[in-house]
Every structure is written in structure tokens, then in C-alpha cells.
């Protein structure tokens, strides 16, 4: 028998229950005033969860699931199986896919694991243009923790790979200077970024090979740690700062090297751009003398 045979549910475990059993805080199903706090429909029916800062979990049909290279695979096509529809009714069904897809997002961002509920019976057909729900037959929670490998910011098309750990270290943090352009220049600068990734992992690997393995913030009198303060939970993460301010590049971007990026905390990153500002690394931290 194949592990994707394996997978396939025969039962059907309800997915509080399921979610319990991976550490998941359910404590707010039980605010329904309904016999069973897992038939609140608050929770009970969507596609994904999030236990912040843990791990994500999502449902996924055991016929969308892929064997590949000896493990198990998922693709996600945004809209493949959830378009946007503008029927009445319609908007339930695109609001769980928007979710599924902004906690696949996190994941991969924050290097969270995914846990898995395989999911077995009929799916409603994205063409049909009646409102006839999926209907599920069996579930069961997948033991194995996966993770999101591979992520496509322009598509938002991701990979999900069975036994896999997250991707380490996590060097796309929220780019935080993007939060003061709008419009065409955002979408300039954010594609610009997206094209950078490869070098910000090179950074991330020069910094380990320089620092003997550890990720140490380089502003001046910080250099913290996040694997010595966190350990193994901090291991491999970091911040990937450009030196030189967005609001000086030209509006298609400009070609960057590894000498303008410097690997930094998050604490001093959101200090080196609070109020919209681009702060030198040298004179940030300030030693109070009292």
C-alpha cells in the first residue's frame, strides 16, 4: 500500500477534535449556542486555521494530494477550485479561499509546520454554476507535519511538501518600507523584491559562514541572537535590511548587491523605519547614561 493510499480517510473525525489533538486552541467553539461546540459554524466549515505564531493547519481533498520523489505533494493554484463567483451566497466560498491562501502565505513568512486533515467525499464543482456544497464523507488528521517549500508572491501558487520541515532560514519578513508607497509605485517596488529573494538568502548564507554558523543583528551595539535567546526555535531566523532607502531608488528598482543588505533583529529593523525613515545602522541604539 502507497503512503497516498494510506492517507486516504474511511472515518469521519470532526475537525475540532482533530484540531485539538494538534495543540490547536478551540476554547472559543465552545460561544455557540448550538448542542455541540463542534457544529459551530463560526469555525466547523472553513478551508484553514491558524494558532499564531504555532502552526497552520488546513484541509486538503485526498485526490488533490501527489506522490512525488518517494513523499507526498500538494499544489495550490489560487481559484483552481474556488474561483471568485459573484452569485448570491457566493462570497461564503471565496472568503475561505482568501483565508486558505493568506494562512499558506504565513506559514511560509513565519516557518510555521502544517498540519494536515485529509478530506474524502464529493467536491462541488468550480464550473457549476448552482450553489451545491462539497459533502464530506470521511476525515482524518495526517501524523506528519508538513511544509510550504515554495511560494510564488506574483501567482500566490505554493507547494506543500509532506515531511518536510519549513523553509529555513525565513529571510522574506515583512518589507516594511513598503508600507508607505501606494498604488503603481507599491506594485514596482514589490516586484522588485520579489526578484531579490535569491540575494537575501545569499546574504542570510554569508552571514552564517562569517559569523560562525549564528545570525547576529548587525547594528551597532545590538547584535542579537535569535537561536541564543530562542534556541532552537530562533535557529536560522533573521531580518534582511537594505541599507539604501527605497525612496531613492528609481521607481523600477535598482540593482542590489550583498553589501547593501545587512542582516538585522526585528526590533531594530521597525526602529530603523519608524515614521516612514530609513535609520543607518551606526548610532540607532542609544545607551542611556542615567
Known amino acids: 500500500m502507497s503512503v497516498l493510499d494510506e492517507l486516504k480517510p474511511v472515518r469521519k473525525f470532526l475537525v475540532m477534535n482533530l484540531l485539538e489533538q494538534t495543540g490547536f486552541d478551540v476554547s472559543q467553539w465552545k460561544n455557540y449556542r448550538g448542542a455541540s461546540p463542534s457544529a459551530n459554524p463560526k469555525y ?23 506522490e512525488r520523489n518517494g513523499t507526498v505533494v500538494f499544489r495550490r493554484k489560487p481559484r483552481a477550485r474556488a474561483s471568485v463567483r459573484k452569485e448570491p451566497g457566493a462570497s461564503v466560498w471565496n472568503g475561505r479561499d482568501a483565508d486558505f491562501g493568506k494562512n499558506l502565505e504565513l506559514a511560509y513568512r513565519q516557518q510555521l509546520p502544517i498540519r494536515v486533515i485529509v478530506v474524502e467525499g464529493k467536491q462541488r464543482n468550480p464550473i457549476d454554476l448552482k450553489l451545491k456544497a462539497s459533502i464530506v464523507k470521511a476525515r482524518l488528521l495526517d501524523p506528519t507535519p508538513w511544509a510550504v517549500t515554495e511560494y510564488d508572491y506574483g501567482t500566490r501558487e505554493c507547494l506543500l511538501v509532506r515531511g518536510t520541515k519549513p523553509v529555513v532560514p525565513a529571510v522574506d519578513s515583512s518589507d516594511l518600507e513598503l508600507s508607505w ?53 530562533g535557529k536560522g531566523y533573521a531580518q534582511v535590511h537594505h541599507l539604501l532607502p527605497l525612496s531613492k531608488s528609481p521607481k523600477d528598482g535598482r540593482e542590489t548587491k550583498l553589501k547593501d543588505l545587512a542582516v538585522v533583529c526585528a526590533n531594530c529593523h521597525i526602529m530603523i523605519h519608524a515614521g516612514g525613515k530609513c535609520r543607518p545602522l551606526a548610532g540607532l541604539i542609544v545607551f542611556s547614561t542615567n
Do not use: T
Not at 466547523?44 to 501527489?66: I, M
Open 44 to 66: 466547523c466549515y472553513n478551508w484553514s486555521f491558524e494558532q499564531p505564531g504555532e502552526v497552520v493547519a488546513v484541509c486538503l481533498w485526498h485526490r488533490s494530494l501527489k
Open 181 to 233: 508607497f501606494e498604488g503603481k509605485w507599491k506594485r514596482a517596488f514589490a516586484y522588485h523584491r520579489r526578484r531579490e529573494a535569491k540575494l537575501r538568502r545569499e546574504k542570510i548564507q554569508e552571514a552564517l559562514r562569517n559569523n560562525g554558523g549564528k545570525l547576529i543583528c548587525e547594528v551597532q551595539n545590538c547584535g542579537f541572537d535569535f537561536a541564543k535567546q530562542y534556541g532552537a526555535l
